[in-house]
């Protein structure tokens, strides 16, 4: 079964909010930062605003990648179930094709996995901050990637 990158709709934001929610809930290290509600209504500005892509295999949404007119990735993520797949680097690659020229996000310092993903995406560690650059108020940091 092949999987289908494509633009996001405004119906997909309770289920993007769904994988980001139960990411956060079975990270132990991640506080509660929104309620539910707040985190949908959160990916319907975003879908309205953003490119957002969503991988698709059988009318199943398996993650997501949200990138602004700038070229910052403020979100990319997938369902547990989905991970080990090569979907995130699919979703990176759609995200790199529309890029100005550089791509930029921020990972939680303690997201060793998903910095290692994205090293092996070609982005590099250019600053940290002490948590005052995202919304969880966790250290993070900064990598970008330059075509």
């Not at 602004?68 to 080990?84: N, Q, T």
């Not at 995406?121 to 005052?132: D, K, L, P, R, T």
Request: proline residues 5%; glycine residues 8%; charged residues 25%.
């Amino acid at each position: 079964m092949s999987v289908d990158i494509i633009p996001a709709a405004p119906d997909d934001a309770p289920v993007l909010a769904a994988i980001l929610i139960d990411w956060a809930d079975k990270t132990p290290w991640m506080p509660d930062v929104y309620p539910r509600a707040e985190t949908e209504a959160l990916f319907d500005q975003m879908i309205a605003t953003r490119a957002v892509w969503v991988a698709r295999r059988d009318g199943l949404t398996l993650g997501f990648v949200a990138v602004d007119r700038g070229g910052y990735v403020d979100a990319l993520y997938l369902r547990d179930d989905a991970c080990g797949q090569g979907l995130g680097a699919r979703l990176l690659d759609r995200a790199k094709a529309d890029a100005p020229g550089i791509l930029a996000l921020r990972a939680f310092r303690q997201a060793t996995g998903a910095r290692r993903f994205y090293s092996r995406a070609g982005f590099s560690e250019v600053e940290g901050s002490e948590g005052a650059e995202n919304d969880a108020g966790l250290p993070d940091i900064r990598l970008e990637w330059r075509c």
